[in-house]
DNA sequence: CTGCTGACGGTTC
DNA sequence: GGAACCGCCAGCA
């Protein structure tokens, strides 16, 4: 477990109920500014063995970058949250958590 | 240990 | 405005 990943757990567990943030901005707060790709992973690896709201996590446009089933269950739980979407996949800015 | 993969993002055509 | 390319490096077989 690096120093990065435990970051990057800490963050997602600290987005407030309702915001989300991108998968770039995690990475640079994590203190790894190129990191996105390896917050994606961590995500997929962790989420199974934690209990991670990884639902929290978009790409930089704002969407979901799953499909499929993935996409269906994000939305939900992020509408659960109070989440706006513009549309099927795009979240509402606004949303976007920054500290 | 080695190599491949990828819930991304910035830059360059 | 949009497609293509490249760098980043943590997990996993």
Redesign the pocket.
Known sequence: ??P??EAVLQIILDIPKGKVM???QIAHMAG?P???????????????KYNLP?HR?I???GEI??SGE?LETQKQLLERGGVKFLNSKKVDLQNIYHS
């Open positions: 477990m690096t990065f990943t991108t998968y770039g790894n190129n990191g996105a790709r390896q917050v994606s992973r961590i995500l997929h690896a962790m989420s199974k990884w996590v790409n930089k446009k970058s799953l993935g």
